[in-house]
Nanobody, 114 residues
Framework: QVQLVESGGGLVQPGGSLRLSCATS????????MRWYRQPPEKEREVVAT????????LYADSVKGRFTISRDNAKNTVTLQMNSLKPEDTAIYYC???????WGQGIQVTVSS
């Protein structure tokens, strides 16, 4: 059974940083690309960042490029999103998943506000 457990969110002031982690189980993590998604209030879910199965290739949404970094640890089956220079518009529920994944975790709330 696929499980995705996001952690590390919270309330942070503009300009601050947060590090999100996603613990996975129930599938062969090392052969899948992984993504971080987010769903802002009243909006559709969107892709934030993608990392290849080996970790050698990363892609970012234009809105987070240069501020967010996605990484993974295939030995620990985890994927991480380091978020710096946070802005109020980064406020959302953040999720991790495979690009073709149908099962979703509960997500983690990130709120950027003064």
């Amino acid at each position: 059974q696929v499980q995705l457990v996001e952690s590390g969110g919270g309330l942070v002031q503009p300009g601050g940083s947060l590090r999100l982690s996603c613990a996975t189980s129930g599938f062969t993590f090392s052969i899948y690309a992984m993504r971080w998604y987010r769903q802002p209030p009243e909006k559709e879910r969107e892709v934030v960042a993608t990392i290849s199965s080996s970790g050698g290739t990363t892609l970012y949404a234009d809105s987070v490029k240069g501020r967010f970094t996605i990484s993974r640890d295939n030995a620990k089956n985890t994927v991480t999103l380091q978020m710096n220079s946070l802005k109020p518009e980064d406020t959302a529920i953040y999720y991790c998943n495979r690009p073709t994944g149908n099962n979703w975790g509960q997500g983690i709330q990130v709120t950027v506000s003064s």
